[in-house]
């Protein structure tokens, strides 16, 4: 079982930046590839990003690609999503996701990932 928690959430304005956090529990958070995903007030949720077993190799949707940055640190157990250049369509409770040990990649589709975070509200004003 992995115990995911988000934090860094809140308000921030067009143009502004803030880092998401997502620590996991246990000793195996370096053996879960993990993936970052939104929703939008009436959306469905949406992938954001992921990051291999070891940081490795990232893969970002297109709407985020060069804005988000997503890192991890084993030693911590974290995962991180650094976003920059907000916009107010970014604007959704962000939840981080871990899948099964079994991958070493992330993948961008949300039914496979096995564990997931309560989820961070950002919203970005105009």
């Known amino acids: 079982q992995v115990q995911l928690v988000e934090s860094g959430g809140g308000l921030v304005q067009a143009g502004g930046s803030l880092r998401l956090s997502c620590a996991a529990s246990g000793r195996t958070f370096s053996t879960h590839a993990m993936g970052w995903f939104r929703q939008a007030p009436g959306k469905e949720r949406e992938f954001v990003a992921t990051?291999?077993?070891?940081?490795?190799?990232?893969y970002y949707a297109d709407s985020v690609k060069g804005r988000f940055i997503i890192s991890r640190d084993n030693a911590k157990n974290t995962v991180y999503l650094q976003m920059n250049s907000l916009k107010p369509d970014d604007t959704a409770v962000y939840y981080c996701?871990?899948?099964?040990?079994?991958?070493?990649?992330?993948?961008?589709?949300?039914?496979?990932?096995?564990?997931w975070g309560q989820g961070t509200q950002v919203t970005v004003s105009s």
């Open positions: 996701a871990a899948r099964a040990a079994r991958y070493y990649s992330g993948t961008y589709y949300e039914n496979e990932y096995d564990y």
């Open positions: 990051i291999s077993r070891s940081g490795g190799s990232t």
